[in-house]
């Protein structure tokens, strides 16, 4: 068997090794890029475990620079956990980092070097790389901590290199995020053969797996792919082989590996059978429920939106429960066209999609303005409209898409609680009640960190919009304005829960009583018969 001349150093004919083989492939020093999502979504779990154990057997490979786009894990012990070792990682640079919180716990204590760029710009950088082009040129970005003349993305005070720089363009400014080398990708599918072609036909998506494996042999290092199945030489059809064998240097095959942390095949989310979303998704009124439900009323028949993860993503379970969603189409930076996503650590996964498609393909979609819609959750939002989602109170979460679709879509509505830590409420006939009122205040001052730029949005004339239990909010040029309050709270009740001072519109509305009630809210009547898209139709607020 002969062996390919050059970096790479793997049979040109038969690419099938054990997975300890393949991480003995990887020198120290290395930079390896991560394909994967939260939940163990094309997670290439055999990889990283054999990696650490690697590691703690010889002391190698060592220092090494993680790459990731999404977040890896269950925010507790799997995912990228296993690597989260200081002398096995020196740096590392991450979509978002909340799956995988021994990993953030690292960069909190100064222990690595550490970099939050917005999740779609590295999938798109990942495609620059493939392409063998000088980094990404992007608005995307300006305003916010990845602002070199902000944070630059870094996260602690050991990281001192920028990788991102404010350019100039015909008089318009713009961000270079520049090129890095990729030595080795590890990627994962669900068959391949022994001449590296991959197929992933029990996957829920494809994410940026063909842009690494792209990016990676584009810098002369390597791709190792782990897979389920391994099937005989050219059995995978030519449409279903989404990686080609000439970018994969390694095939590990993994019979044990399951499509998610939640089971090992689901073909719902393969988009193999279609779900009955009316009996599956329905769920207890609640306050993220009067919340989901005044959000999804902003949109109308044919509108496209994106639902961020934990509040936001409510929306979708309205719309099928209401009989909608079939008059709107949701997206997931995923690369996941129609459909609901399944909620949790394994969001992003969908059931009833249309289409998926890769990831820096609808990170297009979205930088080009092709949301009318997006709703995404809040950890903080101050007077200026500034909202962060990505590290407070020192701890680290990152961005994940949230940059890349609040910049770009042309409506952004902010779901989430008025306050939290302990927030208890009940409903009853109408309306909301507080038993207990939550410890955190999220409306603050001034956010810790600058996720998204309220300026920068209204300077692109972009609406922005903040729902919560209690009251309805608009930003304009002097900040927020409250629109709507629910039956039954006072103007004064709310203003106390917030760290700014508060305008009250003099046409601030009651919100629909309807939103907290048991009953459906009729969204479909409502839209197809014309109703208003604020859902107001309560008394006048008395400010």
Not at 362 to 379: N, R
Not at 466 to 495: H, K, M, Q, S
Request: hydrophobic share 40%; net charge negative; glycine share 14%.
């Amino acid at each position: 068997m002969t062996a390919v001349s050059g970096p790479r150093g793997v049979a040109a004919r038969d690419k099938v090794r054990s997975a300890r083989e393949a991480i003995e492939l990887i020198a120290d020093g290395a930079t390896v890029a991560i394909a994967g999502s939260g939940g163990g979504l094309l997670e290439p779990d055999l990889l990283i475990e054999s990696l650490r154990q690697r590691f703690d057997e010889t002391g190698h490979p060592k220092d090494l620079t993680v790459v990731h786009s999404y977040g890896i894990g269950d925010r507790a012990e799997r995912g990228l956990t296993p690597l989260a070792h200081p002398g096995l990682v020196r740096k590392a640079i991450g979509g978002h980092w909340g799956q995988t919180r021994p990993m953030a716990q690292l960069a909190e204590d100064n222990a690595i070097e550490a970099y939050n760029l917005p999740l779609g710009i590295m999938t798109l950088l990942h495609r620059e790389l493939a392409g063998g082009r000088p980094g990404l040129i992007t608005e995307v970005g300006l305003g916010t901590f990845i602002d070199p003349r902000i944070e630059g993305g870094k996260l602690n005070s050991r990281t001192t290199e920028d990788i991102v720089e404010v350019i100039t363009l015909g008089g318009k400014e713009y961000l270079w995020y520049k090129p890095y080398r990729i030595d080795v990708a590890l990627i994962r599918g669900s068959e391949g053969d022994p001449d590296g072609y991959i197929g992933m036909s029990e996957e829920g998506y494809y994410l940026d797996v063909l842009a690494l494996a792209g990016a990676a042999h584009a810098s002369g290092g390597m791709v190792i792919a782990q897979v389920k199945h391994l099937v005989e030489r050219a059995s995978i059809a030519p449409k279903a082989a989404k990686v080609p064998g000439p970018l994969v240097d390694v095939v590990v095959e993994h019979p044990g590996q399951w499509q998610s942390y939640e089971s090992e095949f689901n073909p719902f989310y393969a988009g193999l059978e279609r779900a009955d979303l009316v009996a599956s998704t329905r769920f207890a009124l609640s306050e993220r429920k009067v919340i989901a439900r005044r959000a999804a009323l902003f949109m109308r028949p044919g509108s496209v939106a994106n639902l961020g993860v934990g509040v936001p993503d409510g929306v979708g379970a309205i719309l099928a429960e209401e009989g909608c969603d079939d008059l709107v189409t949701l997206t997931l930076e995923h690369g996941i066209f129609g459909g609901v996503s399944a909620q949790g650590i394994i969001f992003g996964a969908a059931s009833n999609h249309r289409a998926v498609v890769d990831a820096p393909d609808i990170i297009d979609f979205y930088h080009a303005g092709g949301l009318d819609y997006t709703f995404l959750g809040f950890a903080e939002v101050d007077k200026a409209g500034n909202v962060n989602v990505s590290k407070f109170n020192g701890v680290v979460m990152g961005s994940g898409g949230f940059t890349d679709i609040a910049q770009s879509a042309r409506s952004v509505v902010f779901c989430g609680t008025l306050t939290a830590g302990g927030l208890r409420t009940s409903l009853h006939q109408g309306k909301l009640s507080v038993e207990r009122e939550g410890s955190v205040c999220k409306l603050v001052p001034q956010v810790g960190q600058v996720t998204f730029s309220g300026r920068v949005a209204l300077d692109r004339g972009h609406q922005v919009s903040l729902v919560t239990e209690r009251a309805v909010f608009e930003l304009n040029r002097d900040g927020w304005l409250l629109t709507e309050l629910a039956p039954g709270i006072g103007v004064e009740e709310v203003r106390k829960l917030v760290g700014f001072d508060l305008s009250v519109s003099r046409h601030a509305k009651e919100m629909d009583a309807t939103l907290f009630d048991e009953d459906l809210i009729g969204l479909r009547e409502r839209w197809l018969g014309g109703s208003a898209a604020s859902g107001s139709v309560g008394t006048a607020v008395t400010a």
